[in-house]
C-alpha cells in the first residue's frame, strides 16, 4: 500500500476496484483520503479526500443501490461521546459522489458491522458500552428503526460475512475473547453454526465469496496471566456443510484489525497491525 498500510480501516469492493477509506496509520493520525486498488493492474491510486471526518472502525455495506457506510471513532480522547460518530453516508463509486443520509440513531458506533438484502441494511455491535441492539436502515425511506429479537451476543469488534444470499455473524470481545458463530435468517432469528477453530478471537478481518467466508487473524485477549495471544491463521468457513478448514497463515505474520474483501472468486486481505501495533502495508490474494 502506497502511503505505508493502516489499520482498522474500511472496505469494500466494487467491480474490479477495491476500495480503502480511514483507518489510523503508523503515526497514529487518522488517514483522511481513499485509496483504489484496481485488481486488473495490480496497481494503487488515491481518490480525492472524502467529504468524512477521519476515523477508525467504521462500517461499510455495498449494495445493488451503491455504497453505504459511516459510524466509527474519531480520534480523541476515547470517553468523549461526540468522537462516537453517527454519520451514515451513500457513496456511488461509478461517479464519485457522496450524500449524507438519515444519522444512525445510536451511539455505538466503534467496530459496529452490518449486512443487506438489497432492501434494508442491518447494523450491530458497535460499542460504546458493550450492546446488542440490531438497527435496520430502510433504504428507500432513509429511515432507521430497532428490531428483535436482538444479535445473540453483546461483544465488541465481531464480524459478518454475507455468503451466498446467507448471513454470518461472530466472534467478538466480551469478558473474553469468543469463538460463537452464528447464521442470522431473514425472519430475524438466529441459529447457532460450527464455533471457530481456537480460543477464540476479536479483531479479525472477514469477507466472503459466493461459496465461503474466509477469515484473517484476530486477536486473542488474556487474563491476569497473560494468556492473550496474536493470531496469524486463515480459516475458511463453508456453509453448505458448516464445516471450518484451517489454510494456512498470513505471510507477513500475526494481523489484527486488518482488512479483507472479495472480488469474484478472489479474496483480497491485508494491511491491518501485529502485536506490537506496527502497520502492515502488505496485500494478498487468494484465487478459492
Not at 450524500?99 to 451511539?107: E, I, M, Y
Not at 497463515?249 to 479483507?260: D, L, Y
Request: glycine share 10%; charged share 15%.
Amino acid at each position: 500500500m502506497p502511503d505505508g498500510g493502516r489499520a482498522r480501516a474500511m472496505c469494500f469492493a466494487e467491480d474490479s476496484m477495491v476500495y480503502i477509506v480511514g483507518g489510523r496509520l503508523q503515526d497514529g493520525s487518522f488517514s483522511s483520503t481513499m485509496l483504489v486498488y484496481n485488481t486488473l493492474t495490480d496497481q494503487w491510486n488515491t481518490k480525492n479526500p472524502p467529504p468524512i471526518t477521519p476515523r477508525v472502525n467504521g462500517t461499510v455495506c455495498t449494495t445493488s443501490q451503491g455504497v453505504y457506510l459511516g459510524l466509527g471513532w474519531a480520534n480523541g480522547y476515547i470517553h468523549t461521546d461526540s468522537l462516537y460518530l453517527r454519520d451514515w453516508w451513500h457513496y456511488a463509486p461509478c461517479t464519485n459522489t457522496w450524500t449524507r443520509l438519515a444519522d444512525f440513531p445510536s451511539d455505538k458506533t466503534a467496530a459496529a458491522v452490518s449486512w443487506s438484502d438489497d432492501q434494508y441494511i442491518w447494523v450491530t455491535s458497535g460499542f460504546h458500552g458493550y450492546t446488542n441492539e440490531v438497527w435496520r436502515y430502510d433504504i428507500d425511506a432513509n429511515s432507521w428503526s430497532l428490531i428483535n429479537p436482538p444479535a445473540p451476543q453483546r461483544v465488541m469488534s465481531p464480524i459478518a460475512a454475507v455468503c451466498n444470499g446467507r448471513y454470518f455473524y461472530g466472534t467478538g470481545f466480551y469478558n473474553h475473547s469468543r469463538s460463537d458463530w452464528w447464521e442470522w435468517l431473514p425472519d430475524g432469528s438466529w441459529e447457532r453454526r460450527s464455533s471457530l477453530p481456537g480460543k477464540g478471537r476479536h479483531n479479525a478481518a472477514c469477507s466472503a465469496t459466493s461459496k465461503s467466508v474466509w477469515v484473517f487473524g484476530g486477536w486473542h485477549y488474556g487474563d491476569s496471566l497473560t494468556t492473550g495471544f496474536y493470531y496469524e491463521d486463515i480459516l475458511r468457513y463453508t456453509p453448505y456443510n458448516d464445516q471450518w478448514t484451517y489454510c494456512g497463515t498470513i505471510p507477513c505474520g500475526t494481523t489484527e484489525n486488518g482488512v479483507a474483501c472479495a472480488v469474484g472468486d478472489q479474496v483480497y486481505f491485508g494491511l491491518g497491525e501485529d502485536k506490537h501495533g506496527k502497520i502492515h502495508p502488505h496485500w494478498y490474494r487468494i484465487d478459492e
